[in-house]
T-cell receptor, first 111, second 113 residues
Framework: ELKVEQNPLFLSMQEGKNYTIYCNYSTTSDRLYWYRQDPGKSLESLFVLLSNGAVKQEGRLMASLDTKARLSTLHITAAVHDLSATYFCAVKEYNNNDMRFGAGTRLTVKP | ETGVTQTPRHLVMGMTNKKSLKCEQHLGHNAMYWYKQSAKKPLELMFVYNFKEQTENNSVPSRFSPECPNSSHLFLHLHTLQPEDSALYLC????????????FGQGTRLTVV
């Protein structure tokens, strides 16, 4: 069964700092997704990464995918309070529609 | 709104009750999912339907029964639940083309008493 691991699970950082969240997965895949969840809300799609070396950026967030290492990263640049949320990565196996999620990283950005 | 609608948003039910959760999508997607999100565990994939055919049943207890009458609607029938089944139940849909990202409904907050 496909396993998806995220780390760290909890991240407290100061405004203005940079940090990276890591997502490892266990089987062959070239479809990786990042989501954001605010407390009491549903999941919002952030990035879709569909090939080795794919890089996507939106504001202070940048996501990348290395399919050979089975690793994706979500880099936060100059964090602001509004980025406080839980971030999930998710993976679809090759030729399979099942989407499995990591445990999530709860990010808190402090002034 | 993401195009995926779940009802009800909140549900309180006794252990002997029977209830159903409903999910509807008008995005033209061909896959629909049920996930369970509880405080103690990560998002758990429960059921997957592709083109109305169930392709995944992730060892879910039989007190949860999914139904997919067409590609736009998905139900989760509940009966004789346990308190530990209290959680947020999320429905999602995706297309196999165009990247395949899943779009989520707002969820049903279920409390079993």
């Amino acid at each position: 069964e496909l396993k998806v691991e995220q780390n760290p699970l909890f991240l407290s950082m100061q405004e203005g700092k940079n940090y990276t969240i890591y997502c490892n997965y266990s089987t062959t895949s070239d479809r990786l997704y990042w989501y954001r969840q605010d407390p009491g809300k549903s999941l919002e799609s952030l990035f879709v990464l569909l090939s080795n070396g794919a890089v996507k950026q939106e504001g202070r967030l940048m996501a990348s995918l290395d399919t050979k290492a089975r690793l994706s990263t979500l880099h936060i640049t100059a964090a602001v309070h509004d980025l406080s949320a839980t971030y999930f990565c998710a993976v679809k196996e090759y030729n399979n529609n099942d989407m499995r999620f990591g445990a999530g990283t709860r990010l808190t950005v402090k002034p | 709104e993401t195009g995926v609608t779940q009802t009800p948003r909140h549900l309180v039910m006794g252990m002997t009750n029977k209830k159903s959760l409903k999910c509807e999508q008008h995005l033209g997607h061909n896959a629909m999912y049920w996930y369970k999100q509880s405080a103690k565990k990560p998002l758990e994939l429960m059921f997957v339907y592709n083109f109305k055919e169930q392709t995944e049943n992730n060892s879910v207890p039989s007190r949860f029964s999914p139904e997919c009458p067409n590609s736009s609607h998905l139900f989760l029938h509940l009966h004789t639940l346990q308190p530990e089944d209290s959680a947020l139940y999320l429905c999602a849909s995706s297309a196999t083309e165009q990247g395949g990202e899943a779009f989520f409904g707002q969820g049903t907050r279920l409390t079993v008493v």
